[in-house]
């Protein structure tokens, strides 16, 4: 792996902790979290989150160590996230849609002490999803809201307001110097990241590189101090934590949450709140663009959009500027090796370049397209994308193999994915090496959701792929073989499905064979399988 480093710039705080104390200073009173009847100023921002760090140092918490966070998104959230950086320790955030176990395999390998959980959210208590899996060294579940459930929790945990309690008799002066040890490539989180392996991966990412990289996504977005910023993308996700109330407090701009997406609440939210800023997947927007109701809501407050995560018809750049009336909007391209974005349309660009691009190179970022001879592609030629810059992943958690095999000896991320260089530097990505799809902006691999399939009693072989959708974008398609030789009903591993794996990777289609079309190695042909399924499906 390269050794390449990459010196901070001086004008930026170096660290998340000092970016807060820096807002702070500069936009005190302004708000900087408005959720529901709770607002909290810049000022009461830091104050809470020094609070959380005396708590967590209460805990036993130490520098390095590693502090989960699994709720939607909430006021909580930033604030949980904000005290674990000030107490030097490495937040690691849960998807929400995950079951127990897929939650507790993580919990497990990052060897999380510590566990921020919201309590009831989607008709589920999540403390009772750890219930019968509960990783040994878990030793702290704080429940966020509503108080720990006495036949589900054990004697270490808290609810919100008790959690804070413990840090009253921890001097000020021990956040203070648990801050000042850190410094720009202090990693700040581990974000884990479905792979082709079929076990999610913990991508390291630093302090400095996340503050460097989305200051200069806000300047090009034109994020901006008096902006109300509604996130909807979730907090997990580099989309709604980095780019979403990371760049936010960067500008001073005042983030307003949104636990989850329904047009209706967003649509009103947008009109009552007055939303000038908020980016999300395309089928956020087409959504809102079919609400049967939508000329009844005043727009006429949003100004900028960033989209993107899925392929974007022009049709529908046009129609967010003209009839949502979005006048900047902008499409990127990124992953979560690279701290979440690497490339960015300008919101004056056509709405040809936005939608059929992901937009030229951040400053500090290259970009290259090269060919399986590993030199670069021709213009206007495919390759495999590969990326080098200040905000590359620092490795795969504890996963020196896989760590080498995505970093090569001269710093390039080699993202696995197929594009297109124009002659302005332009990227377009136009296909996938490695066997992913994406539903809705998530990530899809389907060998993890292969590994999770296989656990189903009747179920011999399976292979998934990737099918367009006409609202998600692309959903999976599970092609199985049974073990009794009767074919396996939709509904019924569907459902199953829903029961042992977030709601994003469950197939919305379920295709049954004899057999698959396989190589001379017997290795499923999945690109001839997908085009079977294509074909069933569009019958």
Same mark, same amino acid.
């Not at 410094?183 to 503050?211: E, Q």
């Not at 990127?332 to 660009?349: F, I, M, Q, S, V």
């Given at each position: 792996?390269?050794?390449?480093?990459?010196?901070?710039?001086?004008?930026?705080?170096?660290?998340?902790?000092?970016?807060?104390?820096?807002?702070?200073?500069?936009?005190?009173?302004?708000?900087?979290?408005?959720?529901?009847?709770?607002?909290?100023?810049?000022?009461?921002?830091?104050?809470?989150?020094?609070?959380?760090?005396?708590?967590?140092?209460?805990?036993?918490?130490?520098?390095?160590?590693?502090?989960?966070?699994?709720?939607?998104?909430?006021?909580?959230?930033?604030?949980?996230?904000?005290?674990?950086?000030?107490?030097?320790?490495?937040?690691?955030?849960?998807?929400?849609?995950?079951?127990?176990?897929?939650?507790?395999?993580?919990?497990?390998?990052?060897?999380?002490?510590?566990?921020?959980?919201?309590?009831?959210? @989607?008709?589920?208590?999540?403390?009772? &999803?750890?219930?019968?899996?509960?990783?040994?060294?878990?030793?702290?579940?704080?429940?966020?809201?509503?108080?720990?459930?006495?036949?589900?929790?054990?004697?270490?945990?808290?609810?919100?307001?008790?959690?804070?309690?413990?840090?009253?008799? /921890?001097?000020?002066?021990?956040?203070?110097?648990?801050?000042?040890?850190?410094?720009?490539?202090?990693?700040?989180?581990?974000?884990?990241?479905?792979?082709?392996?079929?076990?999610?991966?913990?991508?390291?990412?630093?302090?400095?590189?996340?503050?460097?990289?989305?200051?200069?996504?806000?300047?090009?977005?034109?994020?901006?101090?008096?902006?109300?910023? @509604?996130?909807?993308?979730? !907090?997990?996700?580099?989309?709604?934590?980095?780019?979403?109330?990371?760049?936010?407090?960067?500008?001073?701009?005042?983030?307003?949450?949104?636990?989850?997406?329904?047009?209706?609440?967003?649509?009103?939210?947008?009109?009552?709140?007055?939303?000038?800023?908020?980016?999300?997947?395309?089928?956020?927007?087409?959504?809102?663009?079919?609400?049967?109701?939508?000329?009844?809501?005043? &727009?006429?407050?949003?100004?900028?959009?960033?989209?993107?995560?899925?392929?974007?018809?022009?049709?529908?750049?046009?129609?967010?500027?003209?009839?949502?009336?979005?006048?900047?909007?902008?499409?990127?391209?990124?992953?979560?090796?690279?701290?979440?974005?690497?490339?960015?349309?300008?919101?004056?660009?056509?709405?040809?370049?936005?939608?059929?691009?992901?937009?030229?190179? &951040?400053?500090?970022?290259?970009?290259?397209?090269?060919?399986?001879?590993?030199?670069?592609?021709?213009?206007?030629?495919?390759?495999?994308?590969?990326?080098?810059?200040?905000?590359?992943?620092?490795?795969?958690?504890?996963?020196?193999?896989?760590?080498?095999?995505?970093?090569?000896?001269?710093?390039?991320?080699?993202?696995?994915?197929?594009?297109?260089?124009?002659?302005?530097?332009?990227?377009?990505?136009?296909?996938?090496?490695?066997?992913?799809?994406?539903?809705?902006? !998530?990530?899809?691999?389907?060998?993890?959701?292969?590994?999770? @399939?296989?656990?189903?009693?009747?179920?011999?072989?399976?292979?998934?792929?990737?099918?367009?959708?006409?609202?998600?974008?692309?959903?999976?398609?599970?092609?199985?073989?049974?073990?009794?030789?009767?074919?396996?009903?939709?509904?019924?591993?569907?459902?199953?499905?829903?029961?042992?794996?977030?709601?994003?990777? /469950?197939?919305?289609?379920? @295709?049954?064979?004899?057999?698959?079309?396989?190589?001379?190695?017997?290795?499923?042909?999945?690109?001839?399988?997908?085009?079977?399924?294509?074909?069933?499906?569009?019958?």
């Amino acid at each position: 792996m390269s050794t390449l480093t990459y010196p901070h710039p001086a004008h930026l705080p170096a660290t998340l902790p000092a970016l807060i104390r820096l807002s702070a200073e500069q936009h005190g009173s302004r708000a900087a979290i408005v959720d529901g009847d709770t607002r909290i100023s810049y000022a009461d921002l830091l104050a809470r989150s020094e609070q959380v760090a005396k708590s967590l140092i209460a805990l036993g918490v130490q520098a390095g160590e590693r502090v989960a966070l699994w709720a939607p998104n909430i006021h909580e959230w930033i604030v949980a996230a904000c005290g674990t950086h000030a107490a030097g320790a490495i937040l690691v955030p849960l998807n929400t849609r995950m079951k127990g176990a897929e939650a507790a395999d993580i919990l497990e390998r990052s060897g999380a002490r510590v566990l921020f959980c919201i309590g009831d959210f @989607l008709n589920q208590y999540y403390p009772a &999803l750890l219930q019968d899996c509960r990783p040994a060294t878990l030793a702290h579940v704080v429940v966020l809201r509503g108080e720990p459930r006495a036949d589900v929790c054990q004697p270490g945990d808290h609810g919100w307001a008790d959690f804070l309690a413990l840090g009253q008799g /921890v001097a000020a002066s021990q956040v203070l110097a648990r801050e000042a040890a850190l410094h720009a490539h202090s990693t700040a989180d581990l974000m884990f990241t479905s792979g082709t392996t079929g076990r999610p991966k913990g991508v390291m990412a630093a302090h400095g590189p996340t503050i460097r990289a989305f200051d200069e996504w806000s300047r090009v977005v034109g994020l901006a101090p008096d902006d109300r910023y @509604l996130i909807v993308n979730p !907090f997990f996700h580099t989309f709604g934590y980095k780019a979403g109330w990371v760049a936010a407090f960067v500008r001073g701009a005042t983030v307003y949450p949104e636990q989850v997406f329904d047009a209706d609440a967003v649509l009103s939210r947008i009109a009552r709140d007055r939303i000038s800023f908020m980016p999300g997947p395309p089928t956020l927007f087409l959504t809102m663009l079919a609400h049967p109701r939508l000329a009844d809501y005043d &727009l006429s407050s949003l100004r900028s959009s960033v989209t993107g995560a899925a392929s974007v018809p022009p049709v529908l750049i046009q129609r967010m500027r003209q009839e949502l009336g979005i006048a900047n909007v902008t499409t990127a391209y990124g992953l979560t090796e690279c701290g979440g974005c690497a490339t960015l349309c300008e919101p004056t660009d056509s709405a040809e370049t936005v939608a059929g691009t992901c937009g030229h190179a &951040l400053p500090g970022t290259e970009v290259r397209c090269v060919g399986e001879d590993g030199r670069d592609a021709p213009t206007g030629q495919p390759g495999e994308v590969l990326l080098r810059g200040y905000h590359v992943m620092q490795g795969y958690f504890e996963d020196e193999a896989a760590t080498r095999e995505a970093i090569d000896a001269d710093g390039w991320l080699h993202t696995g994915d197929v594009g297109v260089l124009d002659e302005r530097g332009y990227l377009r990505i136009t296909d996938r090496l490695k066997d992913m799809f994406i539903v809705g902006g !998530f990530n899809c691999y389907p060998a993890e959701i292969e590994r999770l @399939l296989s656990e189903h009693p009747d179920i011999a072989q399976v292979a998934v792929v990737g099918v367009p959708d006409e609202r998600m974008g692309e959903v999976g398609c599970a092609c199985v073989i049974t073990r009794s030789g009767r074919p396996l009903a939709s509904a019924e591993l569907i459902a199953w499905a829903r029961e042992h794996m977030a709601n994003y990777k /469950v197939p919305r289609h379920v @295709l049954n064979f004899e057999r698959f079309p396989v190589n001379a190695s017997n290795k499923v042909l999945k690109r001839e399988l997908q085009q079977q399924a294509l074909a069933q499906c569009a019958a």
